[in-house]
């Protein structure tokens, strides 16, 4: 499914037809030679003897001869000359004729332009071009036309999609749908002195329909919509890449209202590791630069707006999200079972499909599955179906499809089991039971076992009422409890772990290191530093100032605090299996539950 038109005609292709018009010249002109059947000498000797070689042609190391048998036909051959001795009384005894066989070659000054002349004419003409397409990419001076030429290079005139073709992702659609209405009427924004927002980044794991969002962004706003990868930035030659960015903002600039799409944008929104060896980004860093510079350069108040789409958020240069550049982010998330139920159901329009097909069940069976895979999972069963001689899809097709997929899928662990599936939703509601049953601690608001795009197979979020600058002793202790309900409840539960809690257990320990090390919350270290922070605004990097015996303590210190805070964890929840129970199995079945449901089964007095 190749969407992107090449509307120019890349080098590749003169070249391409240069070396077919040497090729159709060879072969006319080729000596005929080539083209007559070789045979042994016995043959040509045989025939001799039996009268039938009419003519014969003698060179230094072949024979050519044509023969004519008692039917009438003739041949032309050509053999070996062994420099057989008795060759000459053979000629003589035969009576053949001595003649020319093979036709004489080509003119020699037909030969010598065809040999020399041509070829050179070639070299130059596709010398000529290839300086031309340089130009056009440095934007020398002497381009323009053929810079403007090629103006239509990004325009992809109408996508054909709407927000009716992306199912689910309705959070997105929502930040999305604000963009198309800023673009139909800039006024109502500019009255009040709203500005939209220069651009805004789709951020979501692969084949959950970031490219189609944006798609349907054009479809819907009716303005022109210059769309390119990341990865076509990225040229052999330094500087060209820059003077691409440049070139795409200079015609969006001319076209506006519009909107740019840079999909892919972390090929070339890679941090930059200042102070590389050799420099051997250069090329990338000058995209990147120009990228930043255009941004901040052109007026988000005519109308041009820059979508761009990564799954890799967490390589992208702190730069690019700055505000007055990617801004805002839209996250575009795995779909959840209502999600899931909505995307087959746009595919399968597309397709002849039984009128009983249950599309829920196999939204079930797919928990974890992307867009792409559901996408999949519908052309598969109808590929199925005309396979077997159907007229349309049936729930056994999908059925199927579906496990063709998830065996397809399972090396990428894309698909989860109903194990893992109950295994995770018991870790996210043991966070939850924890950090509800604790004072001081932020609310839950939403709770998914929906794979991230951080990587987590699940989450818990917690968001605090107002802002907070402050931690207090028992807010951070309780802060570790909560990361450790996860694997806690996995304990009680399984009565064994799996290795889900990584995250819960790097967060933890940083915390409790920082309670040590830099908050002085510790009673063995009372208000010491014992590290600082080097890097503030990067990353926040940590550098350990003590000695190795300090270093020993400071361990077996956050060691403490980790384990307390686990076996408090452990005793919530045994406090309150029946809750844990009850809440896991609701969210094993519904995939996201929002925090305001979570409080009334929480609160809900038992049944009994
Ligand atoms: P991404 O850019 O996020 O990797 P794409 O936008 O290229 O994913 O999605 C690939 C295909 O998967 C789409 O063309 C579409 O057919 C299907 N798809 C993905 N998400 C959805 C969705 N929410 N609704 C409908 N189709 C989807
Ligand atoms: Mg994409
Ligand atoms: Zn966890």
Known sequence: MTEKKTPKKPLIFYAVVAMIILLVFNLLFMPAL?????????????????????????????????TQDEAGQQGIYVTGNPNDPQLVDRLLDAEVDFGQVIPKEESPLLMFILTWILPIILFVVIGQLMARYMQKKMGGPNSMSFGKSNAKIYVEAQTGKTFADVAGEDEAKEALKEIVDFLHNPSKYESIGATMPKGALLVGPPGTGKTLLAKAVAGEAHVPFFSISGSEFVEMFVGMGAAKVRDLFKQANEKAPCIVFIDEIDTIGKKRDGGGMGGGNDEREQTLNQLLTEMDGFDARKGVVILAATNRPESLDKALLRPGRFDRRIPVELPDLAGREAILKVHAANVKIAPDVDYNAIARATAGASGAELANIVNEAALRAVRLGRQSVTQADLEESVEVIIAGYQRKNAVISPKDKRIIAYHEIGHALVAAKQSNSAPVTKITIIPRTSGALGYTMQVDEGEKVLMSREEAFNKIATLTGGRAAEELIFGNYTSGASNDIEQATKLARAMVTRYGMSSEFDMMALETVTNQYLGGDTSLACSPETAAKIDSEVLGIIKKAHAKAISILKENSGKLDELAQYLYEKETITGDEFMQILNKPKAS
Request: charged share 15%; glycine share 4%.
């Open 34 to 66: 080539n083209r007559i059947p070789e045979v042994p000498y016995n043959f040509f000797v045989s025939s001799l003897e039996q009268g039938n070689v009419q003519l014969v042609e003698v060179q230094d190391t072949q024979i050519a001869f044509i």
